[in-house]
């Protein structure tokens, strides 16, 4: 095929991605800033923004931006299952996703997931930062008469941050390479022109004392850590606009290269410096060939080296064949210290689905299709009441001559999210509804300690499901006073319960007097005091 025709079709599959997010300062001297922002993230154009040639920041936001690869639903033949497994999990339906390098939405992570960087299944972002993604207008199936409009932004979400172990491997193996010979490592991940932009920003923060102990350890990050971040792949889920799909999914099928070989060629999609001026650097093409191949002599490749022109920004973008089948991902390059000399780095796209199907997908949370998790236990406690009292239910249920159940105790793990879920024996017979768990004083829930409505009390719901009708339901809205004051954990003054009549004060009197009486006769001598004590249990408080 010809470059034009691929680069046409290649333009189909790519996208940039932007991030903004706000900028916030350890020891800022100014008037207190809200309490949603008093939270210790560090300053985006600072320390954060070091390893980034370039960055825009404007009226208390910094904004990145990179290129990504477009992966509507369906366009792929055989997507690796962890995309869909991520999207299920994550709650992204649409099932539209991109892919980009992830130093692009690394610097806005929470304070706990950016002091330790590495592969995240439940990325958070700090508050107010957003991600949008680039598309072509004829992407948005909304163009008219052949003629395609302007590009469009679409909102997106970081659903997670996944690395390729075997491509991580690679990058390692050429970072530590030279320690033998020359002491200390030459090489680097990240573009040259990073260089000049960490020199700026050391000066804009040099005054700064405290915020350059803080962040010591983004100073000093380790080769290991660096090699895996430079294959580190983001996921974003893409919201629709009108509820248009992103591209025709029978006509736009994006193919896979099955090999590459030195001197293979190579075309690039991506948006060099392109949040300076999106519509300007969107999409460009660059091409070039195949350098080598890692590891070296092997059948497959987990890294290729590109002898091709890229510009910052161009990170995360696709890479393409001569045939117009992907390659690739473009990732941020392998640089010489102290040099501009810089060596393209390409993550096959075999690696990456040979990574990720590797992986375990309970390290993800849930499955593919979102079934539910399981916990056992034991019922601890089954509260009855008494079947003289059950025809003052208010008609919630029909009286016989059993006690009724209303509620079950049970020690099996419930978390947040599982109120409405199944009770069931070990017959996987359902004998309840999984309502709430208790809580501490301070908040906190108990999981072990939770409470289920029993099947016996849901009789007017199974009625209701073969019947229809909906007087039925109108029974349950009646206030019941025994069933609220069983389900508030706290005594009932329900006349219908009980209660031992409150003794006078003579009576007090006397029954502390026979149990004095009765501990002495039983304390009569050393040796009935130690028997006594043989035989009692003591106190754990």
Known sequence: METQEIAAAARHFAAMARIVGPQYLANRRRRAPPPVRRLRFQDPKGVKMRRHAFHLHQSGSTTLSASALLLPRGALAEPPPL??????????????????????????????????????????????????????????????????????????????????????????????????FIGRPSWDIGWSLADDNQKQVENDIRSSLKSNRNNASVESIGTLMLAKSATRIAILGISTINSNVICDQNARRINVSEMQHRG?????????????????????????????????????????MADIHCLPGMEGGPVFDKNSCLVGLLMNPLRQKGSNIEVQLVVPWDAICTGWNNKKLEEIGGD???????????????????????????????????????????????????????????????????????????????????????????????????????????????????????????????????????????????????????????????????ELFKHKIPSKI
């Open 83 to 180: 995309l869909d497994h991520v999207c299920a999990a994550r709650g992204h339906a649409a099932g539209d996703v991109a892919l980009t390098a992830a130093s692009l939405v690394e610097p806005f992570l929470v304070a706990e997931q950016r002091g330790n960087p590495g592969e995240e299944f439940q990325p958070r972002l700090v508050p107010e930062a957003r991600i949008d993604v680039l598309v072509e207008h004829e992407e948005l199936g909304n163009t008219r008469d052949g003629k395609s409009g302007p590009p469009r932004w679409l909102s997106a979400r970081l659903l997670a941050m996944v690395d390729v172990p075997t491509a991580a491997d690679s990058v390692l193996s050429l970072l530590k390479h030279d320690d033998s």
């Open 264 to 304: 293979d060629s190579l075309l690039v999609v991506g948006s060099p410096f392109g949040l300076l001026s999106p519509f300007h650097f969107f999409n460009s093409i660059s091409v070039g060939a195949v350098a080598n191949c890692l590891p070296p002599c092997a059948m497959r490749s987990s890294l290729l």
């Open 368 to 530: 593919p299709s979102l079934c539910s998790s399981l916990s056992s236990g034991v019922v601890s406690k089954v509260v009855q009441i008494p079947s003289i009292q059950l025809s003052h239910l208010s008609g919630t249920v029909e009286a016989d001559n059993m006690d009724m159940p209303v509620m079950l105790q049970t020690t099996a793990a419930v978390h947040p999210g599982a109120s409405g879920g199944v009770l069931v024996n070990s017959h996987g017979l359902m004998v309840g509804i999984i309502t709430s768990n208790a809580k501490h004083g301070a908040g906190s829930t108990i999981p072990h300690l939770n409470f289920s409505i029993p099947c016996k009390s849901l009789e007017t719901i199974f009625k209701y499901s073969e019947i229809g009708e909906p007087a039925i339901l109108e029974e349950l809205d009646k206030p019941n006073e025994v069933l609220s004051s069983i389900w508030a954990l706290a005594p009932s003054s329900s006349p219908f319960i009980d209660n031992p009549p409150e003794k006078t004060k003579d009576e007090k009197v006397l029954e502390f007097s026979k149990f004095l009486s009765d501990k002495q006769a039983t304390l009569k001598s050393s040796t009935d005091l130690k």
